[in-house]
């Protein structure tokens, strides 16, 4: 089990979805990189039960939060015009808490 804990600014709105009458809620923050290629990781995160609620009710696009949780890569193979096959990996946090973060720039 790996525990991570950032800083970030949410990109994009909470969108909400239901399973079971349960709440999932899915959004993408941005995370400060250190590497000259990229100055921005985008990372998708999910939350569920009162986690999910707090985030849907309270956080909105441009806000910076503190999450803690677990840290995921995922990868998928996509088949481009039938002569190689591309590797796409992705971050995935599964949010335990979040907390506001009063950040000015």
């Known amino acids: 089990m790996n525990i991570f804990i ?12 239901r399973y079971k009458h349960k709440r999932l809620i899915n959004t993408v923050i941005c995370v400060p990189n250190n590497k000259k290629k990229a100055t921005f990781y985008l990372i998708n995160t999910s939350g569920r039960g009162k986690v999910g609620n ?3 009710d309270i ?8 999450i803690e949780g677990l840290i995921s ?3 998928h193979k996509i088949n481009m015009n039938n002569k190689y096959i591309k590797h796409i990996k992705y971050i995935n946090i ?8 009063s950040l000015i720039f």
């Open 6 to 17: 950032c800083t970030g600014r949410i990109i994009k709105h909470p969108k909400l979805l």
């Open 73 to 75: 890569i995922k990868s």
């Open 59 to 66: 956080y909105r696009k441009g806000d910076f939060v503190m």
């Open 94 to 101: 599964k949010i335990n808490r979040i907390h506001p973060a």
């Open 54 to 56: 707090e985030i849907y």
